[in-house]
């Protein structure tokens, strides 16, 4: 029998009113480790954002709580309000800037692999294996003989040819 998790709670106005004025960034975050989901309340500071950038291993649901702004959700532009719920699919670049009044968002996804140091794509696919099915978009091994997605992206692997 699995052990029993604690739950997690927090008010909302609680966490703005215990930020300093002019304070932007993650306000609440899960803490338990045994968890499928990771989630962020972040306050984004009036007339702040991030660069685009594309997240390639996870869908993420984004809820705005407060202030409103503008996604940038692959070159197209969407208003951002109190009550605005959007899914955005892996593999999409996307951005926000917070409008005149600061932005509040939270967003929820499905918990990440943990990082690693040192991995990267190399600039030209290895040669294939004759031992494993070998991930085209990663070049990550399959554990499974018979495995029909990459553990590292989610690509669906090409099945073995029979010679």
Known sequence: ?????????AKVADLIAALEKGTSGALWRPEGVDRQLDANLVRHLPGT???????DEVDVMLVVVLGGGTLTLDGTQIQLAPGFLGLLPRGTSRALLAG???????????RRRGMSIGRSTPATPPEPCALHLVCGRCHRHAIEADARFCTGCGTPLEPRSTP
């Open 1 to 9: 029998m699995e052990a029993a998790r604690e739950a997690e709670f």
């Open 49 to 55: 954002g991030g660069k685009a950038y594309t997240e």
């Open 100 to 110: 005149p009044e600061g932005l509040l968002v939270l967003t929820v996804h499905r």
